[in-house]
């Protein structure tokens, strides 16, 4: 079986023991000889501690696995076989005005949905053109597996402007089905959901525990209050229990945003003035991270990971790598062009729903209409994320505007034009396609 060279851009994160850890656990189907994790100068520091601590655990997994370490990402790229990306551009500290400046408006900030998703784009999708524009020299025939929010837009991006073959992945699915195997008391293998929709946009229509079909019965028990979401990275806000009846549908958590706007820009805004934003408090939670990541007897992923968010980020990047270099025909939830799974969106449209992964990518699964009732947010949403990736690509201020402005969170032209101007204004550094005037004005 052909050795595996597999990079990761992003290595310093605090995600990467997880990703190791995934590696380790799949060498018999996975035989990677060769990981290479890579950052940039900034996150030298953090490259080396994480690098560190995946020496270990593949040294104690006793694997024929040899981890590199570097910032000159040119030299990990040749002959790769798989990239990995998991960026930050601009780390924790752009992210933290990503939250905070529209919550000054009243508007939600978050990560990745509404504005702040369209300022992450922003800074993130020129980053992983260049890198595509790399791997066309370097590995052209390297799959690129993006776990990078926005995942679906920047997905999209990578589809309409690089030859590169990608799929976008998100745990949100994965929770969603470990969610279903908790109420149920199954393993995760037990549970299948069919997943329509957008990254951290998706209902399951759909679910069935050992082949039996429950999504009634189950769509009651959470009217009920079963099933609370795992992700760590929403608010425990629950929907009323005659909403989830009227919807049928199993919803991630981020449709709260959506359903409970009101009540979510409350939360954040409390809580972002008694314990900060959640870039604030992720901050902290990462430099507790790579205080215990020093402790040079640790030789295994630790539990306090599991506070980061993201959980079970190493078993869906690494069951869909699986799929793909095994050839296995595997079903799984990707971020991928749409391709007839519905006949509402535009074919070449990257949605997020269930796939066949063979050696030749993503084979969505056709479910026809979406529902009326959800059929407008996916459209608007959609629509938002293709003038996002324009703005990204163009550095157009007119098609940022608009971007922001069509989104069903963003409630006024004006708001979000006071959004933009200072979102430009904070990232200025990492805006190389935006032409600023003298005097910090867009040209």
């Not at 050795?3 to 799949?26: A, Q």
């Not at 991630?252 to 972002?272: A, G, I, P, T, W």
């Not at 003035?273 to 992923?301: C, D, M, V, W």
């Not at 050839?327 to 969106?345: C, F, M, Q, S």
Request: proline share 5%; hydrophobic share 40%; net charge neutral.
């Amino acid at each position: 079986m052909k050795k595996l060279k597999i990079v990761t851009l992003g290595g310093g994160s605090s995600y990467t023991p997880e990703l190791i850890e995934g590696f380790i656990r799949r060498y018999d189907e996975l035989p990677v000889s060769d990981y290479w994790l890579v950052d940039i100068d900034a996150g030298a520091e953090k490259l080396k501690i994480v690098g560190e601590l995946a020496k270990r655990m593949v040294k104690k997994s006793g694997l024929p696995m040899t981890v590199h370490l570097t910032t000159h990402r040119n030299e990990a790229l040749f002959d790769a076989d798989f990239v990995t990306t998991q960026l930050r551009v601009g780390q924790q500290e752009a992210r933290i005005h990503d939250e905070a400046i529209p919550l000054k408006y009243g508007v939600l900030g978050q990560e990745t949905t509404g504005a702040g998703g369209f300022m992450k784009a922003q800074r993130t999708i020129p980053v992983l053109l260049d890198l595509c524009r790399d791997m066309e020299r370097l590995c052209p025939e390297a799959w690129l597996i993006n776990f990078t929010n926005p995942a679906g837009i920047v997905t999209e991006a990578i589809e309409k402007y690089s030859p590169i073959k990608t799929l976008g992945i998100c745990s949100g699915a994965n929770n969603m089905m470990m969610d279903v195997a908790g109420v149920y008391g199954v393993e995760r293998r037990d549970v299948y959901a069919r997943v329509m929709g957008l990254n951290h946009l998706i209902f399951a229509d759909r679910i069935a525990v050992k082949g039996q079909d429950v999504t009634a019965e189950f769509i009651e028990k959470l009217a009920k209050g079963a099933g609370g979401s795992s992700l760590k990275n929403v608010p425990d806000i629950g929907l009323p229990p005659d909403f989830i009846r009227a919807l049928g549908l199993f919803p991630l958590s981020y449709l709260k945003y959506f359903y409970l706007s009101r009540e979510m820009v409350e939360h954040s805004l409390q809580d972002s003035k008694a314990h900060g934003t959640r870039g604030e408090q992720t901050r902290e939670i990462e430099h507790r991270l790579f205080e215990i990541y020093k402790n040079p007897q640790l030789e295994s992923k630790p539990k306090e990971l599991e506070s980061r968010g993201g959980a079970y980020y190493s078993e869906t990047a690494c069951s869909i790598i699986s799929s793909i270099y095994n050839d296995k025909k595997e079903i799984h939830v990707v971020n991928t062009p749409n391709r007839g799974a519905t006949r509402d969106l535009d074919d070449e449209s990257v949605v997020e729903t269930n796939a066949v992964i063979d050696r030749q990518g993503a084979h969505p699964l056709a479910y026809g209409r979406l529902p009326v009732k959800i059929r407008g947010l996916i459209q608007s949403v959609k629509a938002f994320e293709e003038l996002t990736v324009e703005a990204a690509v163009t550095g157009d201020y007119s098609t940022a505007l608009m971007a922001l402005s069509v989104h069903p969170l963003i409630p006024s032209v004006d708001i979000a034009g006071k959004i933009l101007d200072e979102y430009l204004a904070a990232n200025r550094p990492f805006l190389p396609q935006y032409k600023f005037g003298k005097a910090g004005k867009i040209s």
